[in-house]
Structure formats: C-alpha cells, structure tokens
C-alpha cells in the first residue's frame, strides 16, 4: 500500500487551482526515472510470498538438503523466524508464480513448516540468475569443494563460457579447469548419493577421478552406493567408503592373480644295485642335485670334477630328443 500511495502523491495534483488549469505533460524521462525508481523500491522490499507459489530454477548447488543441518534450520526457523530473504524472480512462463534464484534450503524448510517465505523479487534474466546465484555460492563458507565444482560443470554443460563461470563463482580461470576436471567426472544421481562430503577436498576427489576413468572400479563404487551400509554413513564417510572400493577394485585389476606356484618335489637316485647316488630337488624355478660324499664315497668328488662333461653329454642327448620329437 506505500508504494501506491508514493506513486499517487507523485502524480495528483496538490490543490483545486491546479486541478483546474490544464496539466502539463511531464517529459518521458521524468517518467521513466519514476517508473525505475518505483521498480527499484519494488525489489528491493522484501515480500511475503506463499511457498506452493514458487518453482526451482538456475542450477543444483546443493547435494545434501536432508539431515542433521536441514533439521537444524527447521528448528531456528520455527524459533526465531526467517532473518535473511530468499531471492526469486518472477516465472517467465507462468504470470503469478515465480522462480528461486537462491535460498533453497530455507525455502525447503518453510515449506515443511507451512510458512510463507521472506522474499526479494527481482527481474533476471537467466544469464543474471547465474550469476546472482553464483555470487552468493562464494558467499557461503560452508558450500563444500565438490558442490561447487559440481555447480560449475552445469554451467558448462548448458553453454556457459568459462570466463562466465570463472566471474560467477569469483574465482580465477585456472580454478575452473581444475574444478571442472572433478565436476564433470560424475553425474549429479552419483554426487546426490555421496552428498555435500564437506572434509574432501579437491586432491581426494581427483584421486577417485583417476580410479573412474576404469570402468570396473567406476562399477563396483556406484553398485555399493545403492547398499544398507552405504545409506547409514555420513557424506564424508560414503566419500571414503566409496574410494575404498574403487581402490580395491582397480589394484585387483592392475595386479593379475599369479599362478600358484606348484610344490617342490624331493627323491632319491639309485645306482643299479639299488644303493643311492644323490639327492634331487625340483621346484618351480629349479633343480637341484645334492650328491652326499659320506654315503657314496669318492663318487662325489669324481663328479665334481667331470660335471660339465657329464652335464654336456645330457644336455647333448636332451637336445636329439628334441629333434627326434
């Protein structure tokens, strides 16, 4: 109701004389300045908008809107009342409703409570939407590498130019690449079952990067996202229960099984009387021939001293086998 009274006491006129005398047209831009005058005032007033009024827009920056912090903002919201205003514009498509720009989770929130919901409106267009939503991601201290990253890669995704993304998330260009090597390595199903992760950084997440780019460690991490075990962990520990996996299942296929080895074998050689000559040990990499002196005296000096002989003409008839076939 203010702002209808501030437009009609710019444009009625004061007393019945000037009433009476015939109105001057006021200059176009007189009234132009009032009309972005009044436009401005209007967003920036904040406005009590019902919640069923107000649809998504712009992009996913958040991957946990559940738990432990979603039930704490319900709890502060219901007792102390909404102290910072989300940001909407109003829909391009649908007169009456309107998009959020940012402020999901409080807008989640009030929603669950049944309250209408503090707002700003403001006209945007979507290449501000980015990056009015983008400038209050850099805002917040507790929005986690890989949401950031991840907000990154849909931006890109849907044409955005790195310098757009570099000025929406306040960061230089070198950190966008870095960013997007992460971000568009995963789908956001995959990122939503993992969470927020607020205590990975970007090393740990390059790591899991590199174990994706195989498909059979990619496999094992996302089937274990679907378990029991999965589900009761925190965002950090999904993350690292996730890598483990992954981990496990790329060392497998980096380190083929090696064969078992086969069992060394030990037996006697006997002369042709029966008495025995030698020892012979065969393993998987050798054989062995121990030729003890106590029990055949004499012969293991002999042998010592013709073995490459003796060795040769073995050797000599193993190679004519080979010929023969």
Known sequence: MARKGILNSALKPSTPAASAAKPKMMPRGAVGALQSSLSKLQESAVQEIDTSLIDDAGYEDRLSTGGEAHDQLVESLKTYGQQVPVLLRPHPKS?????????????????????????????????????????????????SFIEKASFAAQLQADGYDRQTIAAALSIDLPMVSRMLKVGTAFDLPFLREIGAAPSIGRERWMTLVKLFQEEGPRIRATVYTKSEEFQALDSDGRFEAVLARAQEAYDALKKPDKPTPAPATNRTLHSHDGAALAGLKTTGKSITLTISKKDTPGFGSWFDENAETILQELHHRWQQDQADG
């Open 95 to 143: 007169p009456g409703r309107y998009e959020i720009v940012y402020g999901r989770r409080r807008l989640m929130a009030l929603r669950q409570l049944g309250l209408p919901v503090k707002a700003m409106v403001r006209q945007l267009d979507d290449h501000a939407l980015v990056m009015a939503q983008g400038q209050e991601n850099t805002a917040r201290l507790d929005l």
